[in-house]
């Protein structure tokens, strides 16, 4: 399970990017958040459904944070690949500049 799939406290989760006025919202919210019902003679939803479809978003956002987290470990593999190059060019650049 993802960490960003789990409750606080349970994992430790890393800071993201957004403003302190949006708070992200994770999966398991999603999937534990409750309406109070409706009152007699009122129109309301079938709890029900809203619960079946609240634990389908939460799935979709666990599958999204899933790639996103993948995507930032091969971003960071790319990089990490990157500077290796960048390293053994500028070593060999310097190696042919002493040699002259």
Not at 84 to 98: H, I, K, L, V, Y
């Amino acid at each position: 399970m993802n960490a960003r799939d789990q409750r606080p406290g349970t994992a430790s989760g890393g800071a993201t990017c957004r403003s302190a006025a949006y708070a992200s919202l994770l999966p398991w919210q999603v999937r534990e958040r409750r309406f109070p019902p409706v009152g007699l003679g009122r129109r309301g939803l079938k709890p029900d459904d809203v619960y079946a479809f609240l634990d389908r978003v939460a799935v979709d956002m666990a599958a999204v944070y899933a790639a996103l987290s993948e995507s930032r470990r091969e971003t960071a593999r790319i990089k990490a690949g990157l500077r290796r190059w960048q390293t053994d060019q500028a070593r060999a650049r310097n190696e042919r500049g002493q040699d002259r």
